[in-house]
């Protein structure tokens, strides 16, 4: 546990660090469930693709669990709501929602470390928010959208 932050910045960081422990359990999920339920001709390579999205989001999970507990806390083990089923087409709009949920969220807990004066957590929260941007861009290219 870090002595260097005071007992309600730890708090303040486990609080939001938990919510991305529970973003990543979501997409974990939502991810391997549509890896295993893609169906259609371009299912074989979208499906692979949930796979190693899945496999990506894992070692999230993983950074923002052993932070936590560094920071004397305790990961959630809930996810937030899944979305499931539908057209592949709408698959890969679910999990691109999902990505901009994350890149939203991961965004304000940078500002918030960095407040805090958390450099340890900051440059995680960035790596981390580095991937789900590369998420975000793979599932556009895919949908042929950018953002406005």
Known sequence: MSILLTKEQRKQLIDELNKGVAREITAI?????????????NSPAISEMFEKVAIEEMQHLEDFSERINYL???P?????????GGTLE??????????????????GQIE?????????????????????????????????????
């Open 29 to 41: 999920i939502q991810y391997s469930h549509h890896h295993v339920m893609a169906e259609g001709m």
């Open 72 to 74: 004397g806390g305790v």
């Open 76 to 84: 959630t083990t809930k996810p937030n709501p899944i979305k499931v």
């Open 90 to 107: 709408q698959m890969v709009k679910d999990d691109l929602q999902t990505e901009y949920e994350a890149i939203r969220l991961y965004k």
């Open 112 to 148: 918030i470390a960095r407040r805090i004066g958390d450099t340890t957590t900051r440059l995680m929260l960035e790596k981390i928010l580095t991937a789900e941007e590369e998420h975000a861009d793979r599932w556009e290219t895919l949908l042929k959208k950018r953002p406005k």
